[in-house]
């Protein structure tokens, strides 16, 4: 594994329910990724091809009726689309983690999931995390991940995982990504707000320090001894459908990515209004003075008062299936019912 390694989070904006035209940007984003000498690049949050910034302003059916816009839009795992974007960053030689919605592989399913894809340089996707809890209205879009979507990956900079928003505020689930020995840290989110009131209010404010993303970032970074590629959504009004522009109330994409090193402080950024990469060199070394400090599954874990136990089984109609390593299972394949199936209760597995 380097020392030193450049990594970058694309805030770049997508064509908005447009696939093919998303795709075609995202593959000129990853040559240029290349060309700056990219180890890693982030996409945001449902990058493909839709966030639901309309929530919370049009009706029940128009809701249901965007939810289809974003079903076509969507990727599948696998699909064609995936194998572009695997092909493209062989060639470019640049590791990416791509925001997108993705549509449910069990045969009969629709549902879609908030899904970050991890896709190696030299292996190809190699790894999926499906958001585990949509925050507030965004269960109406998104159903929730399962044990299968609590991973690290293994990729030639490091050992790579990431949250998607809100995730980033669930306590256990942070500690289950430092136990899995997370070393770069993706965080993905719809922009850069303020927070107004008592939570319930978020308005587009770019650069604002009512903003939760910048202390849980930071906090992430400090609390498991990692680099943190945090990457947001920049979506200008001319990029909006014109027949979506008088519903996207919720728009809050106004930027924000920026790269964080562990001991919490900014290395790039945060960048607000415009479409760029934005990336840094990084010390790898740097988590070494971390963990020398403050080393939270060493000297600071104290695993004799306090344990955590993290499911290792996805679930399907059919029963339970045990995820192969590189965090994919393949579609439809169910491990329950049969002689001898693994039947596990909650929490048997004991990390």
């Keep these: 594994m380097p020392q030193h390694v450049r990594v970058g989070a694309a805030q770049i904006a997508p064509k908005f329910f447009d696939k093919q035209g998303t795709l075609e940007k995202t593959c000129h984003t990853i040559q240029e990724a290349g060309r700056l000498g990219l180890d890693l690049l982030v ?25 289809v816009e974003m079903q076509k839009s969507a990727l599948r795992v696998p699909s064609e689309e995936v194998r572009l974007l695997e092909e493209e960053a062989r060639r470019a030689r640049v590791n990416c983690v791509v925001g997108c919605n993705e549509l449910d592989d069990r045969p009969g399913s629709l549902t879609l999931y908030n899904t970050l894809l991890y896709i190696s340089r030299d292996r190809g996707l190699v790894g999926r995390h499906r958001k585990l809890m949509p925050t507030h209205s965004e269960r109406v879009y998104w159903g929730m991940g399962d044990a299968a979507d609590i991973v690290v990956v293994p990729m030639d900079v490091g050992a790579v995982g990431g949250l998607i928003c809100y995730e980033h505020h669930m306590t256990l689930l942070r500690a289950a990504m430092a136990i899995k020995g997370e070393e770069i840290h993706c965080a993905v989110w719809p922009g850069w707000w303020r927070v107004e009131g008592h939570l319930g209010g978020k308005s587009a404010d770019p650069g604002s320090h009512d903003c939760d993303i910048e202390p849980a970032i ?134």
């Excluded at 049009?58 to 965007?66: G, K, M, N, Y």
């Excluded at 400090?222 to 459908?241: A, G, K, T």
């Design 43 to 67: 996409f945001p949050e449902t990058y493909f091809a839709a966030y639901p910034y309309w929530r919370g302003s049009v009706s029940v059916r128009r809701s249901t009726e965007l939810i």
């Design 218 to 351: 930071r906090e992430y970074a400090i609390e498991n001894q990692v680099f943190v590629v945090s990457s947001s959504w920049y979506l200008p009004d001319h990029e909006i459908p014109a027949e979506l522009l008088p519903e996207m109330r919720y728009n809050l994409a106004a930027g924000g990515s920026c790269i964080v090193n562990p001991a919490g402080l900014f290395v790039k950024g945060p960048v607000f209004g415009e479409e760029t990469i934005v990336f840094a060199d990084v010390d790898l070394e740097e988590r070494r003075l971390a963990k020398a400090y403050f080393d939270c599954l060493g000297h600071y874990a104290r695993f004799d008062l306090l344990s955590l136990c993290i499911r290792e089984e996805a679930w399907t109609p059919t029963g339970p299936r045990r995820v192969p390593a590189a965090g994919v299972p393949a579609p439809g394949a169910a491990q329950g019912g049969g002689a001898g199936a693994r039947k596990s209760g909650p929490g048997e597995e004991a990390t």
